[in-house]
């Protein structure tokens, strides 16, 4: 069963732990250079000094997590890096969390979203294209920088809808451990 959440502020630092047990192609994909376990540290650090400026969606099954975006806010700007297991990529993962970051992020009153992919990262860039979020290249990179249109009744409603479709797989998961469910 996929369940998506926001971790509590005193879930980050394993947030930076699980970015240091992805392998260093994974690493690659999200950074932009092969991170090492003490740029992440440093990452983590600069987060925990503004835990306001950060939020962390995470996706998870009953064998821990399998997705993440980190939602760096700046100002009335939101940066997102997605990151997904390789074993679970292909499977309309990042796309649901995608669809949730953007509500969240339009629901607050975010008007700009930023988003870094690197030339060689096909499935980001056609995550950015499927969201309408058209990159532009940068010296063999790719970002995209569009504005996000202020939130309505459907992205209040959505959003809504998708809490309370993640506590009741929650509650589900807790009641009757290793119960999948898709869809």
């Known amino acids: 069963m996929l369940t998506t959440r926001f971790l509590s502020e005193s879930e980050y630092a394993q947030y930076g ?35 306001d400026d950060n939020y962390f969606l995470v996706a998870e099954t009953v064998n821990g997590w399998i997705g993440t975006i980190h939602i760096a806010i700046t100002g009335s700007e939101v940066e997102f890096g997605l990151m997904v297991t ?25 008007r700009e979203l930023f988003m870094h992919c690197l030339s060689y990262n096909q499935p980001v860039k056609r995550l950015c294209h499927k969201y ?20 309505n009744m459907l992205t209040y409603t959505k959003e809504a809808a998708i809490r309370n479709k993640q506590m009741w797989r929650m509650m589900l998961r807790n009641t009757w451990p290793g119960i999948e469910i898709y869809g």
């Open 17 to 51: 732990d699980w970015m240091k047990s992805r392998d260093q192609e994974a690493r690659n994909l999200y950074f932009g250079y092969n991170a090492s376990d003490e740029n992440i540290d440093s990452l983590i650090e600069r987060v925990l000094a503004n835990p």
């Open 86 to 110: 390789k074993e679970c990529r292909g499977q309309g993962i990042a796309s649901q969390m995608m669809d949730e970051a953007l509500v969240w992020a339009r629901n607050r009153g975010y």
């Open 132 to 151: 309408g979020l058209e990159t532009s290249n940068m010296l063999g990179e790719s970002e995209t920088k569009v504005t996000l249109p202020p939130p």
